[in-house]
């Protein structure tokens, strides 16, 4: 018998695909074993180097981490677009050829789990993304003969806008979307989305557009925290980022909260007036009396600074002894050449494009608290019969 296959589509990166993969199929192994999951994730972008060199998309090493050990990496990332492909994509003579040849990879990935008994697949970046290639997300969903649930986003206007772009794009392209997800709602919010978002208003907007009514799986709120990088991460993308410490313990793991610049002359500097818990600094290495308050301050906090950035370094002003005592207080940081400016734009970068990772335990535990309490998994099953 051909399996189910779900897809998992959203507004835009970043909009709680690979969460929703994790929470659905932690409710799916209530009802399979593991072995009858299957999961892929046809178009991968960020990808993550295997230790044999070959590479996957990073999302199906956190899949296989924490829900399916069997799963083979290989074929659960058919196709891996990493930036520059498109370019040589349009420069080459042989487009289409190109584009079967990917086809081809998604069909072969496909039948090889088509002995399972459900199957998530998840969709990269925004119902478009691929196109250009002939592989955007309603272009796969034909290919691999899925049904959608789609991940909006919180708020009543923007949600409901960006719905109606999202799901014309999939009607007219002849894919089903079946289930919506109302993610990462402020909590304060919950209430008023279920009040005037419901099934009989959604299908009244989308009366005729798919074959069967749109259903909605759950109003998700927001996880404090969840979208935010540990130091670990940060690191990772700054090229000349010298470590203080061992990036590979559990005091750089912890999600940041905002980020400090200190800038303030140093008779000005109060620590208790402008830090507070898992808060990430930027502040000049050569900036000694402040950098020693706030080492100092980082004791009396119950939840520890998430970390320290030292800008401008050069070897003439970093003080041995000042970066021995971060790091005895286990205090996550790193220093770089660039300027604060520079530091501090690399860093919102990287906060605005974050993703979970495969050692985010804690992280993806509050994923599984998250669809047992708010997603109606008694609905899915009606939905997708099974």
Request: proline share 5%; hydrophobic share 35%; with cysteine.
């Amino acid at each position: 018998m051909k399996p189910k296959v779900i897809y998992i589509s959203g507004f835009r990166q970043n909009a709680g695909k690979t969460i929703t993969s994790l929470g659905l199929i932690y409710l799916l192994r209530k009802i399979y074993k593991p072995e009858d999951i299957g999961y892929i994730k046809p178009v991968g972008q960020e990808l993550f180097t295997l230790a044999n060199g070959t590479k996957t998309d990073k999302d199906t090493k956190i899949l296989q981490s924490f829900l399916l050990p069997e799963l083979d990496l290989n074929l659960a990332s058919p196709v891996k677009i990493p930036s520059g492909v498109t370019k040589t994509f349009l420069t080459s003579e042989n487009r289409g050829q190109i584009t079967q040849n990917y086809i081809r990879s998604i069909e072969d990935a496909i039948a090889s789990i088509s002995d399972k008994k459900i199957i998530i697949a998840e969709g990269t970046g925004h119902p478009g993304v691929g196109s250009i290639v002939g592989l955007s997300n309603a272009d796969v969903c034909k290919i691999i003969d899925a049904e959608i649930i789609y991940l909006a986003g919180g708020g009543l206007g923007k949600s409901i806008d960006m719905l109606t772009t999202d799901l014309t794009f999939f009607a007219a392209k002849g894919v089903q979307v079946r289930g919506i997800i109302f993610n990462k709602i402020f909590p304060h919010k919950l209430e008023i989305m279920r009040k005037y978002i419901s099934e009989d208003f959604l299908n009244m907007m989308y009366k005729g557009c798919f074959k069967n009514p749109i259903r909605i799986l759950g109003f998700l709120p927001e996880i404090e925290y969840l979208n935010k990088p540990s130091m670990r991460q940060i690191m990772k993308k700054f090229p000349d980022a010298q470590p203080i410490g061992n990036p590979k313990s559990k005091d750089w793991e912890q999600p940041c909260g905002n980020i400090k610049i200190i800038s303030v002359p140093d008779e000005f500097f109060h620590p208790e007036e402008y830090l507070q818990s898992r808060d990430v600094i930027i502040i000049s290495a050569g900036s000694e009396k402040r950098l020693s308050r706030i080492i100092e301050y980082n004791k009396f906090l119950t939840s520890k600074l998430a970390g320290i950035i030292l800008s401008c370094t050069r070897a003439s002003n970093l003080d041995n002894k000042k970066l021995e005592t971060i790091q005895n207080q286990g205090i996550p940081a790193f220093s770089v050449t660039t300027d604060t400016a520079k530091t501090d734009d690399m860093l919102h970068n990287c906060i605005n494009n974050t993703k979970i990772q495969s050692y985010d335990s804690e992280k993806i535990h509050k994923v599984f608290n998250l669809f047992e309490e708010y997603y109606d998994f008694d609905k899915f099953r009606e939905v997708f019969q099974i």
